[in-house]
Structure formats: C-alpha cells, structure tokens
C-alpha cells in the first residue's frame, strides 16, 4: 500500500487491516487484524502487510503526528491525518466497512490511499 499526501516526518503512520466489518475502523476487536507502525515521511509512506489469505478487507490510517498512540481530536474533529483503503469518505464519523473494503484474490495487491488534513 502507497499512502500519500503525508504532509511531514514527523510522528508514525499507524495503519490497521482487519476483514471484520464490527472491528472497522479501529480494528481492538479484531485478534487477527494487522496493525502496522511505521515512521512518517513527508509526501508518500510505504507500507507491506504481507501475505493475505483472500477475502475481503479494509484498512485505516492515522498520521500519528506526536506519536502518542492515537488520533488527536478537537470537538471530535481529527487534528491529525487520517486515511481509510478505496479513499473512503468521512461523513460525520468513520467510514463504514463495506465503503472501505477491497478484495484481494491470489495474485498480489497494491492500493494507494491519500492521507487527508482537516488542519
């Protein structure tokens, strides 16, 4: 997965898949899900899940900014980036799952997702 728009180095760019709709978008119900950590860079993150039985899944992204461990909110309004597979849209709260989800047969798969800012 490609995440681009990433506005600076600063923090980590947390990403969660899961294949559980009721685990979306935080994945902390999903056992299996795949959380992944890495550090931020300004413009475009690489990020490699791994092998992955098929099935349908969908993933979440946060800029971790302060690196504190969470999405940093205002008023609920994210103050830090966010991001979810199939650039879902954000309308008064999270995606759902079935907006976000992806298929992933045998053969490998690539998504790029764009990190968005609301400041």
């Given at each position: ?24 978008p935080n ?22 899940f ?50 976000a ?8 798969a ?10």
């Open positions: 997965m490609t995440v681009t728009g990433v506005r600076n180095a600063r923090g980590t760019v947390t990403a969660c898949l899961t294949a559980l709709p009721s685990a979306f994945c902390k119900a999903d056992p299996a899900a795949r959380r992944l950590i890495v550090p931020a860079a300004a413009g475009a993150v690489l990020l490699d791994g092998q992955l039985a098929p099935g349908r899944y969908a993933v979440s992204l946060i800029h971790d900014e302060n690196a504190n461990g969470r999405l940093d909110t205002v008023l609920l309004i994210p103050r830090e980036g966010y991001g979810f597979s199939r650039d879902a849209r954000v309308r008064l709260g999270p995606p759902r799952f079935d907006s989800a992806f298929e992933v047969d045998s053969h490998p690539h998504l790029t997702v764009k990190m968005r800012y609301l400041f």
